[in-house]
Nanobody
Framework: QVHVVESGGGLVQAGGSLRLSCAAS????????LAWFRQAPGKEREFVAA????????AYVDSVKGRFTISRDNAKNTVDLQMSSLKPEDTAAYYC?????????????????WGQGTQVTVSS
């Protein structure tokens, strides 16, 4: 059974930084793409960032480009999201996901395993 667990969320002032971490167990994730999505109350789950199996390809939603960085450590079975220059509109529950393939996909349907989410709240 695959378990995906996020950590690192919290309350931060606008302009601040947070680092989210995701650890997977029950499956070696080195051959799979990984991603972060987010969901604000009353809104659909939104793609944030993805990374392919080797880390050579990354993708970001336009609203976070230049502020967020996704990275992975295949030896530790982890993926991180470094978030800087945070804005109130970044407030959401953030979810880590493991892809069905080795790419850096942007769509929910491309991901097979999900964590329970970690809350990020940015105050103005």
């Amino acid at each position: 059974q695959v378990h995906v667990v996020e950590s690192g969320g919290g309350l931060v002032q606008a302009g601040g930084s947070l680092r989210l971490s995701c650890a997977a167990s029950g499956r070696t994730i080195s051959s799979y793409g990984l991603a972060w999505f987010r969901q604000a109350p009353g809104k659909e789950r939104e793609f944030v960032a993805a990374i392919n199996w080797s880390g050579s390809i990354t993708a970001y939603v336009d609203s976070v480009k230049g502020r967020f960085t996704i990275s992975r450590d295949n030896a530790k079975n982890t993926v991180d999201l470094q978030m800087s220059s945070l804005k109130p509109e970044d407030t959401a529950a953030y979810y880590c996901a493991i892809s069905r393939n080795d790419g850096a996909g942007k769509y929910v349907i491309q991901y097979a395993y999900w964590g329970q989410g970690t809350q990020v709240t940015v105050s103005s």
